[in-house]
C-alpha cells in the first residue's frame, strides 16, 4: 500500500487486546502482513471468534473481558500456551463513555477506569513473566484525552491520563528487561466515533467536520496510522524508547491554534 511503512516481525509472538475491531483490528493485520504470530483478545468468545472469521486470518483467539484481572491473567495464558510465548503485548482494549459530568454514575466510572486503566495494569502485569523472558515490549493505547481535557470526556481522559502517567512508572521500573510505551491518537475512524458519535449525532457530516476541524491537520485519522505507530514503537527501531507517549493526532496536542491576532 502507497505510504505503507515495512516492519519486520518475522516469528515474533504478539496478542492485540481489543484486537477485534478498530485500531486493534488494524494493528493484527499489520503484524500478520509484518510475519508475526497474533492472538487476538475481544470481550466475548463471540465477538473474537468472528473477527478471526470475518478478517479471515491465521490468528488465534484470546477472548476475556480485560475489566476483571482474573480474565486478564486468564487472556495472557490463553496467548501464551497458544503463541509458545510473547514477545509484544498491545494493550488496545478500551471504551468511551461521553456525558457531562452530572450525568456520570458510578457503573460508568467503574467500568471505564476497569477497562482502559486497570486492564491495561493487569494484562501487562500477567505478561511481564513471558515478556521479560524475551526482553519483549508493551504499547498501551492512551489518547490525546490523556495529555489535554476533554469537554463531556472526563472520565475517559481520567482513564487515559492514568494510562500514560502508569506507561512511564512501568518504564522505569522495567528496565532495562521490557521497553513500554504508548500511542496517543486523536479522533480516529473506528466504531469509537463513526458509529458511537458521528452517526449518532443528528447532524453527522456537522459533527464529523466538527472533529476534523479540532485538529491542525483538518481530519481524523484512519486506524491504520495509529497501527503503523504501534508497530513502530513495538519494533527494533524504537529500542532505545520507554515511556514514551506518541501522539499521532494531527496536531491537536501542539498547543493553542492560530487566534487570529
Ligand atoms: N477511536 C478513537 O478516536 C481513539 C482515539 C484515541 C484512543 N483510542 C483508544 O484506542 C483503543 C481502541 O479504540 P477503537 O476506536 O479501535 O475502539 P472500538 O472500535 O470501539 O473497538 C474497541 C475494541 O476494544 C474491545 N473491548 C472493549 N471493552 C473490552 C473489554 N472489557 N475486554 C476486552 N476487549 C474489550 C472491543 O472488543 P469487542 O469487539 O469484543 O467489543 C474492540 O475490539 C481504545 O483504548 C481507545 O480508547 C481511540
Known sequence: ?????????????????????????????????????????????????????????????????????????????????????????????????????ESVTETVWDDTLDTNLKGTFFCTQAALPHLRASKGNVVNLASDAGLIGEV?????????????NLTRALALELAPDVRINCVCPGYVDTDMVRRDVIDASADPKATEAALAASAPLNRIAGPEEIATAILYLASEQARFMTGSALQIDGGTTAGHPRSGA
Open 1 to 101: 500500500m502507497e505510504g505503507q511503512v515495512s516492519f519486520d516481525f518475522t516469528g515474533k509472538r504478539v496478542l492485540v487486546t481489543g484486537g477485534t475491531r478498530g485500531i486493534g483490528r488494524a494493528a493484527v493485520e499489520a503484524f500478520l502482513a509484518a510475519g508475526a504470530h497474533v492472538a487476538v483478545n475481544g470481550r466475548t468468545e463471540g465477538s473474537t471468534a468472528k473477527a478471526i472469521a470475518l478478517l479471515g486470518i491465521k490468528a488465534v483467539a484470546a477472548p476475556g473481558d480485560v475489566a476483571s484481572a482474573e480474565q486478564c491473567r486468564a487472556v495472557i495464558a490463553m496467548a501464551v500456551r497458544d503463541l509458545g510465548g510473547l514477545d509484544v503485548l498491545v494493550n488496545c482494549a478500551g471504551i468511551a463513555r461521553g456525558g457531562p459530568v
Open 152 to 164: 463531556g470526556l472526563t472520565v475517559y481522559c481520567a482513564s487515559k491520563g492514568g494510562v500514560v
